[in-house]
């Protein structure tokens, strides 16, 4: 081959233009969004793994300092921000630009193609799918007329058009008058529907991550919460939220019930079955109080606002007075539950206790079981025999610097051991017969009043929820039109011609053809041959479709 032969059979060169026409075809094809969507879910994985800016910047500085050598490059890499980043904001972009690309120029060919006429109508229609050919004698009509082509097509056109065809009959005046239909418009608009759905569930997501929040809060019975966020205990908010805007609703929890499982033998015996927190609520400082019942699966929703049961537990309530005789601390104090029966770690931190400040450690029992020589423990759930068994220190407590600290966990090192059980002392033990308790070296005394109840509640916020149910609702609509709605195109052709005794006939003869996958094609063929037999007095059976006698070839001449 020459050097002139082969560069005329070379590709132009695309040239920018073309290149960006081609880079922008491949961005909106579906494959490239599904790919995206795939990429997007990927992408969202190290969000749940490295702690998060927005969430906890206090775990975020811990993994820096316990990974020198790679946190630095995972803050360069914003693997703490990774919602917010550069890298997981393009892929979503790029998601939402394909699936806009794809979608509008296919809604305006679909609206162009619903106004424009039935396709013409083939000249072989024996290469269709389904292809079917009667023939009826002209006198078949029960009225007396004589059947002609011009009348079978029109008829033909009448039945498609009942069974929801749109139809066109064209060359009326002719010889072979033809109808052209065409059914199932509604699949392409389900499709278009489910993937603008999925435009919106971005849409709606997008809504929720930047003007949404979510906030946990321990509430202790008798005790009020208000929807500020210097009330939460952790708070997460979206990525553009003003704290302005978070609702001045209140809430107070008057009352809370564990159902346990008492039946004698059960495998669960003794396992709370239900949960049901009675709370008054306000939704601002104006409106009159409301009482409302809370439980695990039935969440309130205060203002747009959905506050969730997320946990329970007891909290007793101590007294302490310092080595001086003054009031350091007197309440509630929350604790942990470690097991089936409530048996809870307790954490109680007095910074105002003088001259030393006091740390106490220990385990809270709803049923506590104390006998000599055996760890105490909690033999049910219930408060039949609350107690407190406690190890003492003092101390600085590390409160005056003003680094944050986690409440349930006491740091020993650099404090003095007051009790313990392994101590000398022996460790604290508070009941409700021997409710005080001296500590040793004149540092104080701790007294246990009684127990209550709190709650842990699941507050959220998400203004982009109702967009995405709508969306979901239309994606799934749209999902089972496209599925069940068949789109398929008819022809029929109609002339005339005699038959084998002489007598004039009309030849008809239709065609199917799928547009997508269709099994049901047949079964509609069928259902044609049945209503045009109906129509023109011919003989049908479910199992046999009406057979017309092969044209001789003088008969096809004729025709």
């Keep these: 081959m020459s050097t002139e032969k082969k560069a005329a059979t070379d590709a132009p060169a695309l040239g920018p233009i073309g290149m960006l026409r081609w880079a922008w075809r491949q961005l909106t094809k579906m494959n490239t969004a599904l790919f995206l969507l795939l990429l997007l879910a990927v992408a969202a994985v190290p969000g749940s793994i490295f702690p998060q800016n927005i969430q906890d910047p206090a775990r975020v500085q811990d993994y820096l300092d316990q990974h020198p050598t790679w946190g630095p490059i ?44 039935p396709p013409r109508t083939p000249r072989n229609l024996s290469r269709m799918p389904q292809h079917r050919v009667l023939t009826i004698p002209a006198e078949s009509l029960e009225d007396g007329r004589e059947l002609t082509a011009a009348s079978a097509a029109a008829q033909a056109r009448d039945i498609l058009r009942r069974r929801r065809y749109r139809t066109e009959l064209r060359g009326e005046d002719s010889a072979e008058p033809n109808v052209a ?23 709606g997501m997008a809504i929720g991550s930047l003007f949404g929040y979510s906030g946990q809060k321990i509430v202790v019975q008798d005790e009020s919460f208000v929807n500020t966020l210097v009330s939460y205990d952790s708070f997460t908010p979206g990525t553009n939220f003003n704290p302005d805007w978070l609702h001045n609703f209140s809430l107070t929890l008057d009352s809370f019930d564990v159902e346990f499982d008492r039946q004698p033998g059960s495998p669960t015996y003794a396992q709370p079955l239900d949960f049901e927190a009675g709370v008054t609520v306000r939704a601002d400082s104006d409106s009159e109080p409301t009482e409302e019942t809370l439980k695990v699966n039935s969440p309130l929703t205060v203002d747009g606002n959905r506050v969730y049961l997320a946990g329970n537990g007891y909290a007793p309530i101590v007294k302490v007075n310092d080595g001086e005789g003054n009031l350091a601390y007197e309440g509630p104090i929350v ?5 089936q029966n409530y048996t809870s770690s307790i954490v109680l931190k007095v910074p105002d206790a003088a001259p030393d400040q006091l740390g106490f450690v220990g385990m809270f029992l709803p049923t506590a079981v104390l006998e000599d020589g055996q760890v105490p423990y909690s033999a049910d759930p219930v408060l039949a025999n609350p107690a407190l068994v406690l190890a003492s220190y003092s101390g600085d407590l590390g409160l005056d610097g003003g680094t944050p600290q986690n409440v349930y966990v006491l740091d020993t090192e650099g404090l003095d051991e007051l009790n313990s059980m392994q101590s000398a002392d022996g460790g604290i033990v ?88 269709d099994p049901r094609l047949a079964h509609e063929a069928d259902r044609l041959t049945e209503l045009f037999a109906q129509q023109w007095g011919l003989e049908f059976s479910e199992d046999a479709a009406p057979r017309s006698t092969p044209l001789s070839a003088a008969q096809k001449g004729a025709s």
């Design 181 to 203: 239909a065409e059914r199932g418009m509604f699949r392409e608009l389900g499709n278009l529907v489910f993937h603008t759905a999925m435009i919106g569930v971005l849409i």
């Design 335 to 339: 604790t942990l539950t470690t097991d």
């Design 430 to 517: 508070l009941t409700q017969e021997d409710n005080s308790y001296q500590l040793p070296d004149g540092k104080g005394s701790i007294e246990f009043e009684g127990v209550t109840r709190y709650v842990g509640l699941d507050v959220h916020y998400d203004p982009g929820k109702p967009v995405v149910l709508v969306s979901f609702l239309l994606a799934f609509a749209g999902l089972l039109i496209s599925l069940f709605v068949a789109r398929r195109r008819a022809w029929v052709k109609a002339r005339e011609t005699v038959d084998a005794d002489g007598r004039r006939a009309v030849v008809v003869e239709y065609g199917l053809l799928a547009r997508g996958e």
């Design 74 to 117: 995972a803050e360069n890499l914003q693997l703490f921000d990774v919602f917010s980043s550069v890298w997981f904001s393009a892929i979503y972009i790029l998601l939402f630009v394909s699936l806009v690309g794809c979608v509008v120029p296919r809604a305006l060919k679909h609206a162009k193609e619903y106004r424009a006429k």
